[in-house]
């Protein structure tokens, strides 16, 4: 139901746009999050994208990530997206969307998509 594209390899400093395609029902009733896991690693969460009680969008970022990498979204596409900016070489990993979805829906993942930076 979800599915991911943009992974790729590129330098430490370069930048990466990940995104995530849901059917017109998930994208409008689940928020989104984006999680990695790296190897030898357990999986993180890394950034989400939900809405709050007054329908207004909330964003979150781990630590690590903040000031570097942003989620959007784009209702015309169905599409939510984290662009990643100035990689570094600790951000490889494999990057999984997965929905945030109300307690009435079931959560889906997409199948994940490598992102490899160099040093």
């Known amino acids: 139901q979800l599915a991911e594209s943009g992974g790729g390899t590129v330098q430490a400093g370069g930048s990466l746009k990940l995104s995530c395609t849901a059917s017109?029902?998930?994208?409008?009733?689940?928020?989104m999050g984006w999680y990695r896991h790296a190897p030898g690693k357990e999986r993180e969460l890394v950034s989400t994208?939900?809405?709050?009680?007054?329908?207004?969008?909330?964003?979150f970022y781990v630590p690590s990530v903040k000031g570097r990498f942003t989620v959007s979204r784009d209702s015309a596409k169905n599409t939510v997206y984290l662009q990643m900016n100035s990689l570094k070489p600790e951000d490889t990993a494999v990057y999984y969307c997965a929905t945030r979805c109300p307690p009435w829906l079931e959560d889906s993942w997409g199948q994940g998509t490598q992102v490899t930076v160099s040093s």
């Open positions: 994208l939900t809405r709050d009680s007054t329908a207004r969008f909330d964003t």
């Open positions: 017109e029902d998930i994208f409008k009733e689940c928020g």
